[in-house]
């Protein structure tokens, strides 16, 4: 099984990056504008249109509120295994470190899940700082 790890300094609150990352159903106006498209709420699962037009239904797995951490599952698609999970933690005086983990199978799909997860990033704290 491969497991992606990526995170990044972002310049904003805890409290806004929180919020933002879980509001579920809002993944395409308030957290990646762009590199998501369009998402789709039907109780527990949100389906998602990335910018090149793959479309995935995520199952919300857990959300964690002390610990500012949403979990997910991907329950279509290419993978036979999918784990996500993002969490933000207070980074300095005025700003957050936001980690992504994605554990999947197969383990081919690592290298084109890493980079999708990193354009996502950049997504992410690009909106959230634009924000404030």
């Known amino acids: ?9 972002i310049d904003t609150s805890p409290e806004a990056a929180w919020d933002a990352l879980r509001d579920w159903g809002a993944l395409d106006t308030r957290l ?3 590199f998501v498209t369009k998402v789709r ?5 949100r389906v998602v249109t990335f910018f090149n037009g793959t479309e995935v239904a995520e199952r919300i797995v857990d959300v964690d509120d002390g610990g500012r951490r949403l979990a997910w ?19 300095g005086a005025s700003g957050i470190r936001f980690v992504w983990i ?4 197969p383990d081919e799909l690592a290298e084109p899940t890493t ?18």
Not at 102 to 105: A, G, I, R, W, Y
């Open 73 to 91: 599952t991907i329950e279509d698609g290419p993978y036979a295994h999918h784990s996500g999970s993002a969490q933000v933690f207070p980074a």
């Open 102 to 105: 994605t554990d999947l199978l």
């Open 41 to 45: 709420v039907e109780g527990r699962v």
């Open 32 to 34: 990646a504008p762009g």
């Open 115 to 132: 980079a999708m997860m990193r354009k996502g990033l950049a997504t992410i704290k690009e909106t959230l700082e634009a924000a404030g």
């Open 1 to 9: 099984m491969a497991t992606i790890h990526l995170e990044i300094l």
